[in-house]
Nanobody, 115 residues
């Protein structure tokens, strides 16, 4: 599975952004997809996840300000009411089950929120 993330950029506080992550390859084996973010010096943290059954999971820090969704092979993260503390590199991840379980990561996309 290959993942291609896009949609990051510079936005003012209070603004919105939509991140996209296009999956290709063995997409029928994906059981879960999610978005993580990472700032320098910190561990990558889960922002939101979406199972193939439609179950969503959101970090408390973003709940109410972020919506995760998926259309066919593309995972979206709609972020609104952005805060400077949302500034990070955002990564998409896919969990694939084909006998064994493997995780795949996309390249990061930078989100910068100015105050």
């Amino acid at each position: 599975v290959q993942l291609q993330a896009s949609g990051g950029g510079l936005v003012q506080a209070g603004g919105s952004l939509r991140l996209s992550c296009v999956a290709s390859g063995s997409v029928f084996s994906i059981v879960w997809m999610g978005w993580y973010r990472q700032v320098p010096g910190s561990e990558r943290e889960l922002v939101a996840g979406l199972s193939s059954g439609g179950i969503t999971d959101y970090s408390d820090s973003v709940k109410g300000r972020i919506t995760i969704s998926r259309e066919q092979n593309t995972l979206y993260l709609l972020m609104f009411s952005l805060k400077p503390e949302d500034t990070a590199v955002y990564y998409c991840k896919a969990r694939v089950v084909r006998g064994s379980t493997d995780d795949y990561w996309g390249q990061g996309t930078q989100v910068t929120v100015s105050s």
